[in-house]
């Protein structure tokens, strides 16, 4: 019975499973992350400050999901994509190229999230059916976070 389990005693199949689905999330969190970054460079206007350092923190808080993700599929026993070529072909949140609208950017925003949230709900689900609670534990915490970003996100823009 022990052969079916990988080093941390997790199902084969179910943890190969779940490495492939935090790919697609790495993907995804990778392009999220560079359009971040690209609103933070570029914004300009009325919002300027405010939006300026309101991106920094997102971009900085997707580079410590990104490593996360990464190192949980590495735990499973697996190995994180890590070409820009996979994750442009992996990913369903699409490159957001020269925003400089705090409007725009903070829609492409929650457009990003509509992507993350299922892709967490979809690994979240899976981790609790294969007794992953490493993988449970930072879906359910990044759910959490993404709830209230997206209700503020959202106020910003008097949705």
Sequence with gaps: MTQNLNQIGLDKTASSDLADKLNELLANYQIFY??????HWNIKGEK???LHLKFEELYNDSLIKIDEIAERILTLGFTPLHTFGDYLELSKIKVAKNISS???AIQKI???YEVLLPLER???EMSGDSNDEGTNALMSDYIREQEKLIWMYSAYLNQ
Excluded at 34 to 39: C, E, L, P, Q
């Design 34 to 39: 560079m359009n971040a970054r690209g609103f």
């Design 48 to 50: 300027f400050f405010e």
């Design 102 to 104: 705090g409007t725009e």
């Design 110 to 112: 929650l457009k990003g």
């Design 122 to 124: 979809e690994l979240l």
